[in-house]
């Protein structure tokens, strides 16, 4: 029954998806500066032929609809084209990229939880305590930190005058471990080679804190008062009427319900980081997504934009799913 | 009379600050409750009933205090206890049932394992056998113990298809079922003493009379005693043995239910049974009692009721004592003391 | 005729009355305080930024580029230091508040109007123009913005007014999802339907009636979203798509300052110092005034 509600839940999301492959096909055509100009501008002087033969090569010389109408039923097949700058397609280019996104994704998501329930946890606990005090503000500057700012301000401080941590890249020229799932994280571990291990967590850990710092600020605000909200509720007082230990009653009976707004939020938040965050990639020139789509833009690559919203469209959408069936295991009152 | 005591209260008193200043809850209140007793505490919103009975189990917590007193159960001051010896006793030898069971229930646990909970939190069917906390994790033995006398209960409190209930979630049940699990929960460890606070008052009034039933049951049966707070005379007048009223933070009458309930002393007691509207063939006039309830902020010095009372005159300034009038029935109000004027 | 201004005189007294408690309200709430004095300080020096900047924040004196600031020369010239064009960073930063502060409230005051007008008429009227909208804030929402942003920049070009476009664009969306659903739940109670029976214009309705009902949390998570246009229009003109050089943007500062962080790095350091604080003050006062107005948006 459950899944039968999960794929009607996909279902749904397709003519959203379709709606921003529509959205973004407009948009590129839209935005002035010939392609095959660009193109060509690095190749020199050209003759019209080549001129032309390229743009038959793109289909760029058919009307609009018959491009759109190209390109849709390329999307439905799995084809998301060909990249004009690159000559590669689409699919593959993204495809590359998406592990080191995916990598600075799970690793920001990872340190904003770590750092960012327990706060929430123990400020609502104690209260107008010193520890609740400090945290909030901690949280309020974590919120408003421009994160490219952060970023820099990072590696100023840690790779340019400690000289801890390096400045940018993924990983030291030549570390890189066997593909297996494209991370290189746990490709290093999966091939038990420990230098590609360690110099790839030093490369992850600035980029990872620049992001992981704001997410934790937002969810140690959201759990401190979720917390506070659960904490005033009867049942709590019945558990420790029932002669409960306090931990239990904090973590066992007020945490779950607790939890519910939060993991919204959290879901939100993944689908924009797994989307690239294009500013802290760019800071550390961390080849992901993100950077991918920028260049595209100015390289006025069309199908490679285009691709690049798709996929930031289909991993909102399938994070805001993923929260809802997230939402049904933990508050038994919601069926999707 | 000594040996029949569940539990004394002397002279507790129970503060909340606020910014608005200190809120006594609970003024200097003294009870005692009998074994297998039924006792009813009976009073107004707001006059401290329900503080009364989380004070016992120390369930008060900041801003509020308990400042004062002692509470003497199974001969230990429970005032005294450290806090782990105090969660022995909650729900093990002293348990609580609160008055809106929706809100009560944990919504995302399932009933059953919220009764079974009683059960593993004070250990009742861990083997003596120290095997250590992971091997009280996997104890399947127990977890099959555990969930048959939760089956149990769940039967003895009168909820049916108990093996089914037992995996729903509490929205799934109705008003009164969610009761019968509150009580349930209470019942788990066989305590020697239920806190009711007004159990029915969020239920229907046939639901209620269900409710009410099964803990006199629980108290015939098992000699539990009960203390039950409600503000509804009716209830209390049909279902307790004995009935304190409680007006402001303090007891100001107690005695055997009908000598309260046909011969009340206080005034304030006669002014409740007064405004209690009766259907009789002639329409009749209600008298409620003039004024309002006080606000626990600044209370008057001396007998909280007197500005409401008829009755008062300028000695009642000062707290009146107890007197016992009739064979256990003890009022506190200076129309049945003389006064002594201050030297 | 008589009725109606005299009730008019009625409304705005009580609208006045309104201000004047949350302002005093807004003052005891310490972190509110905190934020609204230091926005007032922000927006006081926007204001007279032109009149008080030490140096010329436009043109600099090339034997001065990258001075260090004045801890370290002892001279009180270049009290934050020098960019890599010889120019005064803190006189940049003085006036840089102006690009700020200005493209900030106007983005968002933008989109809470087209957003809230929007939003309350879709959700009275329903039918196809609500759909339609609805759809459309869907599909804009799973637009990355940045990407819509950056698009948009390189379609039109760099500019104030294109940025605030870009900024407009998906901006909007959040506060008509916010007051449509507002005005939903509003338009299903009595007093819509009372004046209705009383033969009121629906626009009338609308803006009388549950506008005035449903402003208090526009405000609120108006406040909260200002900070983040402020933060989006740095990042882009981070990246070099918001106002261009020479005029100060803080963005961009940081941006110029990325190739002398080993040796300068106050130039990209302060100007993020300098959004860090507007940003946070506006937070701050967010918060205050979502305490007191409406304790109900709890969730970011």
């Avoid at chain 1, 999301?13 to 973004?24: D, H, K, Q, Y």
């Avoid at chain 2, 409600?230 to 049909?238: F, I, P, Q, R, W």
């Avoid at chain 2, 007891?251 to 409740?272: A, C, F, S």
Wanted: net charge positive.
């Amino acid at each position: 029954m459950r899944f039968v509600k999960i794929i009607e839940r996909i279902l749904a999301a397709i003519p959203v998806m379709l709606g921003v492959a529509v959205m973004v096909f407009a948009f590129m055509r839209l935005t002035p500066g010939d392609p095959v100009d660009l193109m060509m501008g690095e190749a020199g002087v050209v003759s019209k032929a080549e001129i032309q033969t390229i743009r038959e090569q793109f289909k760029l010389d058919q009307p609009l609809p018959t491009q759109l109408f190209h390109y849709l039923s390329g999307l439905v097949r799995g084809d998301l084209g060909t990249s004009f700058k690159k000559k590669e397609p689409v699919g593959k280019l993204i495809f590359d990229r998406f592990p080191a996104t995916m990598e600075l994704a799970l690793g920001s998501l990872l340190l904003g939880l770590a750092m960012g329930i327990p706060i929430g946890i123990w400020s609502a606990v104690k209260q107008s305590s010193a520890l609740d005090r400090i945290s909030m503000l901690g949280a309020f500057f974590g919120i408003s930190m421009p994160p490219f700012w952060l970023g820099l301000i990072l590696i100023i401080f840690f790779s340019a005058t400690l000289g801890w941590l390096p400045v940018s890249g993924r990983i030291t020229y030549g570390l890189a471990p066997t593909s297996i799932t494209g991370m290189y994280m746990v490709d290093s571990l999966l091939t038990g080679r420990m230098d590609s291990f360690l110099s790839s967590l030093e490369h992850l850990l600035l980029p990872s804190v620049t992001l992981g710092l704001a997410l934790a600020s937002i969810i140690a605000r959201i759990m401190r008062s979720s917390m506070l909200e659960v904490m005033r509720q009867d049942y709590v007082t019945l558990a420790r009427a029932k002669g409960n230990r306090e931990f239990i009653v904090v973590h066992k009976h007020a945490l779950r319900n607790a939890l519910i707004p939060t993991v919204t939020v959290v879901g939100i938040q993944i689908g924009v980081l797994l989307g690239g965050n294009m500013i802290v990639e760019s800071v550390f020139g961390w080849p992901g997504i993100g950077r991918l789509a920028v260049d595209a833009i100015f390289a006025r690559d069309y199908p490679l934009v285009q691709g690049v919203v798709i996929i930031y469209s289909l991993t909102y959408v399938m994070a805001n799913l993923a929260v809802d069936i997230l939402y049904t295991f933990l508050n038994p009152k919601i069926t999707l | 009379m000594e040996q029949k005591l569940c539990l004394e209260i002397n002279h507790l008193s129970t503060l909340f600050k606020t910014r608005k200043g200190v809120v006594k809850a609970v003024n200097d209140l003294s009870l005692k409750v009998g074994r297998g007793e039924l006792l009813g505490l009976v009073g107004e919103s707001g006059c401290g009933k329900s503080v009364t009975l989380l004070s016992i189990l120390r369930l008060i917590a900041y801003p509020g205090e308990i400042t004062h007193g002692s509470l003497l159960f199974e001969g230990e001051d429970l005032l005294k206890k450290s806090p782990s010896g105090i969660r022995k006793i909650r729900g093990r030898k002293i348990s609580m049932v609160f008055q809106d069971p929706m809100t009560t229930l944990n919504p995302v646990f399932k009933v059953g394992e919220q009764i079974r909970e009683s059960l593993v939190i004070h250990r009742l069917f861990h083997s003596e056998k120290g095997s250590g906390f992971l091997g009280h994790l996997f104890d399947g033995q127990r977890k099959k113990k555990e969930y048959r006398r939760a089956i149990e209960l769940m039967e003895q409190v009168g909820i049916s298809s108990p093996e089914a209930r037992y995996f729903e979630f509490p929205h799934q049940f109705s008003g009164g079922m969610q009761q019968r699990g509150l009580i349930a929960i209470a019942l788990a460890c066989n305590p020697s003493l239920i806190l009711a606070d007004e159990p029915t008052t969020a239920l229907d009034v046939t639901i209620q009379a269900q409710i009410l039933e099964l803990l006199k049951k629980i108290n015939q049966e098992r000699n539990t005693s009960i203390v039950l707070v409600t503000h509804n005379l009716g209830v209390a007048s049909e279902f307790c043995h004995r009935i304190a009223v409680m007006y402001a933070g303090r007891i100001v009458e107690i005695g055997k239910v009908d000598d309260v309930i046909q011969n009340p002393l206080h005034p304030y007691t006669q002014g409740l049974l007064n405004s209690i509207p009766r259907i009789t063939k002639e329409p009749q006039k209600i008298e409620p009692i003039p004024g309002n309830v006080p606000d626990l902020i600044d209370l008057p010095e001396g007998c909280a009721f007197m500005p409401r009372c008829t009755w008062s005159k300028d000695h009642c300034h000062e707290v009146p004592e107890w007197k016992e009038m009739d064979e256990d029935h003890f009022v506190r109000c200076f129309l049945y003391q003389p006064f002594d004027s201050p030297a | 005729m008589q009725n109606r201004t005299y009730f008019l005189k009625i409304r705005l007294r009580l609208f006045f009355q309104n201000l004047w408690d949350i302002l005093v309200r807004l003052i005891a709430h310490r972190t509110a305080l905190l934020g609204g004095i230091l926005i007032c300080l922000f927006l006081i020096m926007a204001f007279i930024a032109s009149w008080i900047v030490p140096q010329n924040p436009f043109e600099g004196d090339l034997f001065q580029r990258l001075t260090p600031p004045f801890w370290k020369t002892g001279k009180m010239t270049f009290l934050l230091g020098g960019d890599e064009l010889g120019r005064d960073i803190l006189s940049r930063i003085i006036y840089g508040s102006r690009i700020s502060i200005w493209i900030g409230f106007l983005s968002v005051g933008i989109s809470m109007l087209a957003g809230a007008l929007l939003g309350a008429f879709a959700g009275y009227y329903r039918g196809l123009f609500d759909e339609l909208l609805s759809r459309f804030s869907e599909i804009l929402l799973a637009f990355p913005f940045l990407i819509f942003a950056i698009g948009v920049m390189a379609m039109m070009g760099p500019g104030f007014w294109n940025l605030i476009f870009a900024l407009t664009f998906k901006g909007w969306v959040e506060f008509f999802r916010l007051i449509r659903g507002e005005v939903l739940s509003e338009t299903t109670r009595e007093y819509v339907e009372a004046a209705r029976a009383a033969g009121q214009k629906n626009w009338v309705i609308i803006l009388r009636e549950i506008l005035p009902n449903v402003i208090h949390s526009l405000i609120v998570l108006g406040t909260l979203r200002l900070g983040y246009m402020i933060i989006m229009e740095a990042s882009l003109s981070f990246l070099g798509l918001g106002i261009q050089p020479p005029t100060p943007a803080w963005g961009s500062m940081v941006n110029s300052g990325r190739p002398y962080m080993l040796n300068a790095w106050w130039i990209s350091t302060f100007p993020g110092i300098a959004l860090l604080m507007l940003v946070l003050s506006i937070n701050l006062l967010g918060e205050g005034l979502r305490d007191i107005l409406d304790p109900r948006l709890k969730i970011d």
